[in-house]
């Protein structure tokens, strides 16, 4: 399983065989990924992913450039301004 996500949309897919496709879509439902007791630590490890993401969008000039362009041609502060990272926050690390 992973996902990834566009200045859209977010995509979360699966790469299964076809005996296990009914299992995986119970698995990746909404209710049963919040359900889980272990969405603290799955939270946790994707938050230092992103983290990760930004300071590589941040040491990148092709990428920086594209998201300050962006944020400047959008009017009135449009979500498709925004990163799609978003931003680092204060807890990020």
Excluded: N, W
Aim: net charge neutral; charged share 30%.
């Amino acid at each position: 399983m992973d996902a990834f996500t566009s200045k859209e949309y977010t995509c979360f897919y699966a790469k299964v065989l076809d005996e296990h496709c009914s299992a995986t879509r119970s698995i990746s439902s909404p209710t049963s990924c919040c359900a889980r007791s272990s969405i603290a630590t799955e939270l946790e490890r994707e938050r230092k992913v992103i983290v990760e993401e930004i300071r590589m969008v941040e040491d990148a000039p092709e990428e920086l450039v594209y998201d300050l362009f962006s944020r400047r041609t959008s009017t009135r502060a449009h979500p498709l301004g925004r990163p799609i990272q978003g931003p680092r926050g204060r807890s990020a690390g």
